[in-house]
């Protein structure tokens, strides 16, 4: 029982931090850099792909011993735009301002190669619990991804959270943040960041292991 | 299910796979059908919505609209637009006296076509106010061409003869001259240029001063909460 709780967390968390679907996958990039430019739109964008992910994840998992794998990629993505279309209209209707922003980008999370990813390598494999678990824990880290790439761009480009102004008026927004090239810079910083902390990590573990046989 | 390896050896047969996907696509597009007609009409009542709200911007005094086209050589009040027909809004006071018309215009900016409703008094020939309606300018620069309170400002009690100049920040002169927005100049010029073409191309289909259609009878929309 404590090995099955210990594997759920497992599966729900690698995709938060170590199996990041952003910065370490390096998946998504085209919503990711595209529809960044304030939070508000870099969290719309997050929920909708949570939910389409999740909601993928639970039916290819619940069908995965019905599905011929002959044609197991035409049905996930028959899946998957089904779940598209309909986030695609229930932001049109809930949030028209939202949708009008994220325009083109809502029908393009079809083509979101990190969906589709998890269903060939995760879902269409495990049980119904750990699939959406996995999905959860790698929608989440996409969520996280975008609204930090999102705020930052946000916080650097217009001197604004959430639309809120941040600095007085003294401050001179620093407007490329907002504009693709900020997409990529910033993106490029937190990867660099990423790595770093991963060699760090390892030639730390690298040392304790040292340490031990030597002790 | 005879054996699993069975079926990796032969595969399943053609007949279970077209039904697999027949199947997938049947439930898929019930959804989507179930999910278009259950929004469909929050979505119309939205833009319908936002578009009354736009002509009651654009139209200051106005409380009633009804939509106007221009058909064989004047222009009458109509419920149903036929293909290819444009459309303007004729906007009344409380006690149902002509103000002036609310026209929606569309043309090229800096990233995609822009798309925006104005509101013009014939007697004076005075844009009223702007607003835009549809665009894709760049976020933070262009977009100051609906977000920047002094530039929609400037379109109110605006001359539109001979048409409008569009001048660098700081210098309007004249009462047919507009501030364009520092770091935006060619979507403010757009906006502008929209707006100049848009006002020939109606100047000639519109009657005279004092002989506007009246407010109908029979459809005067409201400003209240739509169905």
Partial sequence: ?215 | MTSGSHMETAGPGSLRLVLTLAIAGLISGIAIIGIYESTLPTITANKARELREAVFKVLPGVSQMQQLVFRDGELVAAEELAKDEQAVYGGYDPKGNFVGYAIPAAGPGFQDTIGLLYGFTPKDKLVLGMEVLESRETPGLGDKIYKDAEFVGGFSALSIEPEIVAVKKGTKARPNEIDTITGATISSKAVVRIINETHNEWSVRLPQPGAEPPLGETEPVDTGEGP
């Fill in chain 1, 1 to 215: 029982m404590k090995k099955q709780d210990n594997r759920s967390y497992d599966e729900f968390i690698k995709g938060i931090w170590r199996d990041n679907p952003v910065f370490v996958q390096v998946l998504g990039m085209c919503p990711m850099l595209a529809v960044t430019n304030s939070a508000i739109n870099a969290i719309a964008m997050g929920m909708a792909t949570f939910f389409v992910l999740v909601g993928s994840s639970f039916l290819v998992s619940s069908f995965r011993d019905w599905i011929p794998k002959q044609v197991r990629i035409s049905c996930f993505i028959i899946i998957i735009a089904t779940f598209v279309t309909v986030a695609d209209y229930t932001l049109l209707a809930l949030v028209p301002k939202v949708h009008k922003e994220l325009g083109a980008f809502i029908p393009l999370i079809v083509a979101n190669c990190m969906i589709l990813g998890r269903q060939e390598a995760f879902s269409s494999r495990y049980p119904v619990r750990l699939a959406v678990l996995d999905a959860v824990g790698m929608a989440g880290g996409f969520l996280l991804a975008l609204f930090s790439l999102g705020a930052i761009r946000e916080i650097l480009g217009d001197g604004a959270l959430f639309g809120m102004k941040l600095f007085g008026d003294n401050f001179e927004p620093w407007v490329i943040m907002i504009l693709p090239p900020g997409g990529f810079l910033t993106l490029g910083v937190i990867l660099l960041f990423f790595n770093w902390f991963k060699l760090k990590k390892d030639e730390f573990l690298a040392d304790v292991a040292e340490a031990e046989r030597g002790g």
